[in-house]
């Protein structure tokens, strides 16, 4: 079965807080078993790679059935239900969801600061990004992470599109930038020069592997549109040119994919091809900060707990 939504995991959250105290990985691990979820399931990380899925929107659904008074917290990352928890629990819900706190005072006020945007004491300790919206499954860190893969695929988008508006040299010194910023090359100066100079039809260039240029790596660059694939025959050539120079090594690089083909034919070699499609080079660039800059950091806290420990 897929993972219930955090508010799916509220009732069953606070039915094995009625039981007695419990944490977030304890309650993780019975409520799985409970619910049938695998493996796979239960290993399952947020894009961010941060936390399990399962254990955010266990985190949520106590945060904030904590937030209306239904689950108290005893100790550091402990919790239990409350009075009023109990109370909920007798009258047999069918369900409990961001609507059903809203019915109690004091998470009406924190929900209210919350979509607002007030600046309130319980409004802050959400954190930026960690306002509530009672018409998404999604917890806080979920949306924060599924906007910012919106505007990764965006930025990916426009790389590619820029890139091809350029010309051909111009890719050959993106490649260059990004291998220099990967590691690769030496000095941006060495990479440069050995780039696009190797004089073998089938080869781009020559990169060193280290500083030391113990090692090299062969280059080839094919800026096509991305309804143009590159096929076997390209891979082919270029591993012909390798053989021909006695490489092991090689990068082959395009602004659009490779075939089916071709992707096979690289993985029984002897030789070492790595093959970087578009979408692959965009995300290198992303990652290694070439041509593109941090337009906005937004920060999500968290309590210090060690702030709070008495000597």
Do not use: C
């Amino acid at each position: 079965m897929a993972i219930p939504d955090y508010q799916s995991l509220m009732l069953p959250v606070l039915r094995l807080a009625a039981e007695g105290e419990t944490r977030v990985p304890d309650a993780a691990e019975t409520l799985a078993d409970q619910l049938g979820l695998s493996v796979k399931e239960r290993e399952e990380l947020l894009p961010s790679g941060r936390q399990r899925i399962f254990h955010n929107r266990i985190h949520w659904a106590k945060f904030y059935m904590t937030k209306a008074g239904l689950i108290d917290s005893p100790a550091r990352g402990r919790f239990l239900a409350s009075q009023a928890g109990k109370e909920l629990l007798a009258t047999n819900p069918v369900g409990i969801n961001v609507d059903t706190l809203k019915t109690y005072p004091a998470f009406a006020e924190f929900y209210a600061s919350s979509t607002s945007g007030a600046g309130s004491t319980d409004a802050a300790s959400v954190g930026a990004g960690e306002s509530i919206d009672a018409t998404t499954s999604a917890t806080p860190e979920e949306q924060i992470d599924a906007a910012q893969a919106v505007l990764h695929q965006a930025l990916k988008t426009d790389l590619l599109q820029r890139i091809l508006a350029q010309s051909p040299a111009f890719f050959e010194r993106a490649i260059v930038d990004l291998l220099v910023g990967m590691g690769y090359g030496g000095s941006h100066e060495n990479a440069a020069r050995r780039l696009g100079k190797s004089g073998d039809g089938g080869i781009d260039g020559v990169i060193d592997e280290d500083r030391l240029g113990l090692d090299r790596i062969y280059v080839q660059a094919k800026r096509y549109a991305s309804h143009v694939s590159v096929g076997r025959p390209e891979v082919q050539g270029f591993l012909g040119s390798l053989v021909g120079v006695g490489a092991a090594k090689g990068v082959f690089v395009t602004t659009s994919s490779f075939s089916a083909p071709a992707i096979e034919f690289v993985r029984h070699l002897p030789q070492r091809i790595v093959l970087i499609d578009g979408d692959r080079f965009a995300d290198l660039m992303i990652e290694h900060s070439v041509g593109v800059r941090i337009a906005r950091t937004v920060e999500v806290k968290r309590l210090d707990e060690d702030f709070f420990v008495e000597e």
